[in-house]
């Protein structure tokens, strides 16, 4: 007898299985059969295949965007006084109209875009207005700003015998009262390839369509316009 029902058992070893783990099969199976393909038919193959190229192609994309070098970062560690040099100068009003400007903040930059010289100044006349929704100097800025004299001196030293590279830095010379070799300035305001029916461009649209970059939005910063 006892052998007769051992026979049974093994002939129906699913009789015998806990229910749960009967329950997790069927779903097993079930899911299984979902998944399965003819080995006839190649379209869910060619399916995942072109879904995996295309997010590998997004991700390539994705890789190639970020290893780019942005434009406005430093290509180099080296802070050395390089033959060609970059300078972004701000100004504030001084006169009671307003619109007579004084050299506040003025930046150098080496050719690896690499910071030289950056420093307030504390301009010759009374200020009567900042102008910080652009030039972004204000008041507490200046409470430790070097004098003109100083800052001229050191300035006219480092362009000396330099290539000096900038947007309309006749505007810029003007404000530090110095003069350079014109056939050692680079000025983008009048850069022939850059001007537009013969008038020069603001810096914000040459940023823009050739390095695909955004300045200028609001208050400036001499560090990335000297760039």
Known sequence: MMNSKMATKLKNPSKNLNPNWAQLQEKLK???????????????DEESERNLLGKRKERSDEDS????????IPTSLDCSLTSVVAMDCEMVGVSSTRNKSA??????????????????VRPLDHIVDF???ISGIRPRDLKLAKKFNLVQNKVAEMIHGRILVGHALRNDLKALLLSHLKKDIRDTSEYAPFLKDGRSRSLKNLAAQFLNVEIQNGE????????
């Not at 079930?30 to 869910?44: A, I, N, Q, T």
């Not at 930059?109 to 307030?120: C, K």
Request: aromatic content about 8%.
């Open 30 to 44: 079930s899911s299984g059969s979902k998944h399965h393909f003819s080995v006839h038919s190649s379209k869910p």
């Open 65 to 72: 965007q970020a290893s780019k070098p942005h434009p406005l």
């Open 103 to 120: 050299l506040a903040r003025v930046t150098l930059v080496n050719s690896w875009g690499n910071v030289l010289y950056d420093e307030y």
């Open 131 to 133: 102008r910080t929704e």
């Open 220 to 227: 400036h910063c001499p560090v990335s316009l000297s760039l």
